[in-house]
């Protein structure tokens, strides 16, 4: 099936005229574009906030969270959705605190303004939370997409130097990138370089450079731009997949050493502070409350660090361990 103009000039296909500055989209045969819908609640989100969120110009910046972190909706339109989440959180709350209030009035019989506080302090608070909340997770989810990046791009570079010891074409190699998703993030980034030459036509070098603009992860854009730098200079593709390859393996395993020496610094400190300190600090209080005459006071302080302070430490070291230890997989 031959190639459909790709240029910016006016085409025609099946007597069709296209308007000036269009670009057809290649497809192979018997296949249908597809489209990002949404949701049936985003849906009613658009209609109903559409208005107010035109209103304003989107913020680039959020159009660019967006764009990095491939969630397939406008700012607008993320926006919009803020909106609406807002509204049926704070209903949601609002009926929780109406229930939350009855029962401690009514039942546990704690002052009426605990239930005035109640019913009105939480849907308030999940309104403003989910307004202000939302607009950053896409920050966030794009942060995550770079970490995830960095952790797969060292035996990725292995991939891409072995296609191109072998002479592969660029756009090869990043096509059968994007099929081995084994590299997880990785491929993902060359899937949408891959997009960008076969289906809407874009040369290569155009595709890499927009590849390194959307990417979240600095370190796969410096490498995306040395592609580019280095194509239009006229240097050679090989040596430089090889030594990126060579520096983000000895990269990696500096990065894998440091995060060892942390554990192993974690590992002592949670032995110091969670283990040692507070069986020295329940011995200490209890001899206080036996031969001081601390009394009842004495032991509610014992029940507050069995119960509260090595419970709590002990799901925070918890927590931070196997955050670190998940970033080193």
Known sequence: MPATPTSNAPASRAGVALPEGARTVRLKRGEQPTHSTLTPFQRWCWKTFRQRVLARPPDPTLEENLLKAHIRLRADEYMAMVYGTSIVAAIGMAVAGVGAAFFMVEIVGLPLFVGILLAVGLPVLAFVGTLFGMPGTPASTAKARGRKIDRKISPAMSFVSAMASADVNVDQIFKELARQKIYGEVAEEAAWITRDTELLG??????????????????????????????????????YFLLKSEQYEAENKLEMLSRVETLGLMAETFVTVVVAFPLFLVIIIAIFAVIGGGGTFMIDILWAIVGLLIPIAQFGFIFFMYTLTADMV
């Open 202 to 239: 874009v040369d290569i070098l155009t595709a890499i450079r927009t590849g390194a603009q959307r990417s979240p992860s600095k370190r796969f854009q410096d490498f995306l731009q040395g592609v580019v730098t280095t194509a239009t200079s006229g240097g050679q593709l090989k040596p």
